[in-house]
T-cell receptor
Framework: DAKTTQPPSMDCAEGRAANLPCNHS???????VYWYRQIHSQGPQYIIH???NNETNEMASLIITEDRKSSTLILPHATLRDTAVYYC???????????FGTGTSLTVIP | KAGVTQTPRYLIKTRGQQVTLSCSPI?????VSWYQQTPGQGLQFLFE???????NKGNFPGRFSGRQFSNSRSEMNVSTLELGDSALYLC????????????FGPGTRLTVL
């Protein structure tokens, strides 16, 4: 079962930062937080992942709270092509599978 | 590196038939996982193969099966198709450890009539 809670939908103005929250209050100490996005019926695209520290790559930044019970994905300058469903996933270490929740549908508005 | 490829991309079958879907992982990846995505249930894990062995399995009936070949390519088979099997079937490949990132293919859209 998914261990994450995300808002079902969000809007963001083009060029502004998109901040997508995720709650994972039952996360265990060695479980990673992963973010993927899915653009209409395509395969999910990997964005970023982290354990404890904040992470940044060319696509986004991931901010994890100190207690690790929640995180925020930040797209610094949203474009129309960032319109997608964003999934926050807690990865179980006992198996190499992801349990996807319902995700957040992000709409970037011109 | 080439990404994960899946064939065919689209498939139409009728109830009672069987279907085989194919997935070629990223070169060097030894783990292939399969997922089913439907509007009602979202993305659900089917099973994972690593080094030709099924390592993990989701909660799906025995009609859903798979296998992995020595070159890490994987196939999944669905027998006695039902209308509810209409879905996007996704495979993902990774190195196989618990910290390796999974990379998804474009999916196979199966329609059961």
């Amino acid at each position: 079962d998914a261990k994450t809670t995300q808002p079902p939908s969000m809007d963001c103005a083009e060029g502004r930062a998109a901040n997508l929250p995720c709650n994972h209050s039952t996360i265990s100490g060695n479980e990673y937080v992963y973010w993927y996005r899915q653009i209409h019926s395509q395969g999910p695209q990997y964005i970023i992942h982290g354990l404890k520290n904040n992470e940044t790559n060319e696509m986004a930044s991931l901010i994890i709270t100190e207690d690790r019970k929640s995180s925020t994905l930040i797209l610094p300058h949203a474009t129309l092509r960032d319109t997608a469903v964003y999934y926050c996933i807690v990865r179980y270490l006992t198996g190499n599978q992801f349990y996807f929740g319902t995700g957040t549908s992000l709409t970037v508005i011109p | 590196k080439a990404g994960v490829t899946q064939t065919p991309r689209y498939l139409i079958k009728t109830r009672g038939q069987q279907v085989t879907l194919s997935c070629s992982p990223i070169s060097g990846h030894r783990s292939v996982s399969w997922y089913q995505q439907t509007p009602g249930q979202g993305l659900q894990f089917l099973f994972e193969y690593f080094s030709e062995t099924q390592r993990n399995k989701g909660n799906f009936p025995g009609r859903f099966s798979g296998r992995q070949f020595s070159n890490s390519r994987s196939e999944m088979n669905v027998s006695t198709l039902e209308l509810g099997d209409s879905a996007l079937y996704l495979c993902a490949s990774s190195g196989g450890t618990a910290t390796d990132t999974q990379y998804f293919g474009p999916g196979t859209r199966l329609t059961v009539l």
